[in-house]
């Protein structure tokens, strides 16, 4: 099975703060795989360093065999933010935004063509969002909008989808779509890397799973990262008085 997301000795600094120290992982194509860590294990860095956004001080990321900067510019990557990292009074409808996905294929004049209205339109129906096509996005709901970047990155063809939190303040029905999403996605060859929270929705979602403490810990199978003992290693010992 061909290796989609290979990180080998990665290490960022910014400044004298170490948010990577040689991170280790291979990610196989047609999988998908959970991010596992506390706040400031370095996530974030780690999806800025899969995206091209950081260079790391030591170390290297191949996408798809490609140097990350150019696997994103040529549409091979696509990114769900977390809702906090989005300006959502910017006037754009649900389907201009997914149409973003497409400008990789239009060249500078940014025009839409039918091959680009079809896959923003058929995106738009695998995350049941077809009738709020023409709503500002900003008067969507959590989980709407979670699903409205999700089809940016259907309608993109992205052979590389990074989700961050995309179950944080969703409704039951976002989180669904968003998992049977991941799901067929996977199963078409594309790989997802989800960064989440929610330990209990692991096992469903994901083939495998990363635990994170600024260098890979462990990546082994959803059910061996929940271990108690290994979600110690991450998290410390009052994670066993949560599970």
């Keep these: 099975m061909a ?15 170490q948010a990577l120290d040689h991170a280790t ?18 996530k ?7 995206m091209g956004l950081v260079r790391p001080d030591f170390g290297s990321v191949l996408v798809n065999s490609k140097n990350p900067a150019i696997a994103r510019k040529s549409g091979g990557i696509g990114y769900v933010p977390q809702s906090e ?3 959502w009074s910017f006037p754009l409808s649900v389907r201009d935004v997914v149409m973003t996905g497409r400008y990789g294929n239009m060249g500078f004049t940014r025009r839409a063509r ?3 209205e079809t896959a923003v339109h058929e995106a738009l129906e695998r995350v049941e969002l077809t009738q709020y096509a023409d709503r500002q996005i900003g008067q969507l709901s959590g989980g ?6 999700v089809a940016r990155g259907i309608a993109q063809g992205a052979k590389v989808l990074l989700l961050d939190e995309p179950f944080s303040g969703v409704d ?9 999403l991941v799901r067929e996605l996977a199963s078409d060859g594309a790989t997802v890397l989800v960064s989440t929270h929610d330990l209990h929705a692991l096992p469903d979602l994901a083939d495998e799973a990363i635990l994170l403490m600024r260098r890979v810990l462990l990546h082994a199978s959803p059910q061996e990262i929940l271990r108690p003992e290994n979600l110690a290693l991450a998290f410390g010992l009052n994670v066993l008085a949560r599970q």
Excluded at 25 to 42: F, H, P, Q, T, Y
Excluded at 44 to 50: A, C, D, G, H, M
Excluded at 172 to 180: M, P, Y
């Design 3 to 17: 290796t989609a997301i290979s990180l080998h000795d990665v290490t960022v600094r910014y400044g004298e703060v």
């Design 25 to 42: 992982v291979d990610i196989a194509s047609g999988r998908v795989c959970g991010l596992v860590g506390m706040n400031g294990s370095g």
């Design 44 to 50: 974030s860095t780690l999806f800025k360093s899969i």
């Design 85 to 87: 990292d989005v300006d």
């Design 114 to 116: 039918t091959a680009d």
């Design 144 to 149: 709407q909008k979670k699903r409205t970047f």
């Design 172 to 180: 039951k029905r976002s989180e669904a779509t968003i998992t049977r």
